[in-house]
C-alpha cells in the first residue's frame, strides 16, 4: 500500500522529509539555498523543522512509540 493511501504512514514520510530536511541544512547549507522550483519545496521543509522543532520532535516520538506498539 502506497503511503499517500494510509495516513500513518503519510504522517511517517513527512516527519521522515522534515527532520531529513532539517539535517541536511544544518550540515549542508548550501544545498538548501534556493527558494523556489523543486529545492524550494524542501527548503520550506527545512525551515519548518527550524521553526517548529519542538513539536516535530514530540510528532517523531509519538510516531516512533505508535510504529514499535502498534
Known sequence: ??????????VTVV???????TFLKMHFPSILVRRTGFRGFFWKAARIGERLSPWVAIGCSVMGISIIFY
Open 15 to 21: 516527519l521522515l522529509l522534515i527532520c531529513t530536511c
Open 1 to 10: 500500500m502506497s503511503a499517500l493511501f494510509n495516513f500513518h504512514s503519510f
